[in-house]
T-cell receptor, first 114, second 117 residues
Framework: GAVVSQHPSWVICKSGTSVKIECRSLDFQATTMFWYRQFPKQSLMLMATSNEGSKATYEQGVEKDKFLINHASLTLSTLTVTSAHPEDSSFYIC??????????FGPGTRLLVL | AQTVTQSQPEMSVQEAETVTLSCTYDTSENNYYLFWYKQPPSRQMILVIRQEAYKQQNATENRFSVNFQKAAKSFSLKISDSQLGDTAMYFCAFTRAQSYNTDKLIFGTGTRLQVFP
């Protein structure tokens, strides 16, 4: 149980385009979902927290207009990287939490912006 | 503010041996949860073990066990009978208990564990 999927697993795009990443909780309803960014050999950096039906809460330094988060249902959250640039290339990970303290993570999305 | 510290950037252990990864944290909260996650080369974050601060008994999951010392704010992970598949980055993490529905995980910097045959 507690499976989280993420799609796509990797994406290459041209600079200036937008990329959408989906995060789904497959066998539970997620009251809260989180989006992280991870640089090589580093820990996870929280970007934002989203609750179903409400606006996401962004961490300090994360551009809201750059990283659009939509938590449309209890099983789906999306992260859209708008007008992507090479510096946005990274590994993006989502996690989902049911009414419990444990976060379950998706497999991550590798984004490369050319 | 809560902080999590992992003072061992890298560790290695021979297959079938036992290894202990260290984690300390700082908080003024009395109720909270602690976690160990592993991230193998696939980069999938996998929950290893969870400890509730109000429980005195140390959590155990098969070959993985913790030594939770609340007064010392220490939360170490012991891996027994190490296997090659245990090779991964291990992250210690903390979350408060009062509002865990929205509270974020505070991660340590990680310990890279290499298991040698």
């Amino acid at each position: 149980g507690a499976v989280v999927s993420q799609h796509p697993s990797w994406v290459i795009c041209k600079s200036g385009t937008s990329v959408k990443i989906e995060c789904r909780s497959l066998d539970f309803q997620a009251t809260t979902m989180f989006w992280y960014r991870q640089f090589p050999k580093q820990s996870l950096m929280l970007m934002a927290t989203s609750n179903e039906g409400s606006k996401a809460t962004y961490e300090q330094g994360v551009e809201k207009d750059k990283f659009l988060i939509n938590h449309a249902s209890l099983t789906l959250s999306t992260l859209t990287v708008t007008s992507a640039h090479p510096e946005d290339s990274s590994f993006y990970i989502c996690s989902a939490r049911a009414p419990s303290p444990t976060q379950y993570f998706g497999p991550g999305t590798r984004l490369l912006v050319l | 503010a809560q902080t999590v510290t992992q003072s061992q950037p890298e560790m290695s252990v021979q297959e079938a041996e036992t290894v202990t990864l260290s984690c300390t944290y700082d908080t003024s909260e009395n109720n909270y949860y602690l976690f160990w996650y592993k991230q193998p080369p696939s980069r999938q974050m996998i929950l290893v073990i969870r400890q509730e601060a109000y429980k005195q008994q140390n959590a155990t999951e098969n070959r993985f066990s913790v030594n939770f010392q609340k007064a010392a704010k220490s939360f170490s992970l012991k891996i027994s009978d190490s296997q090659l598949g245990d090779t991964a980055m291990y992250f210690c993490a903390f979350t408060r208990a009062q509002s865990y529905n929205t509270d974020k995980l505070i991660f340590g910097t990680g310990t890279r564990l290499q298991v040698f045959p």
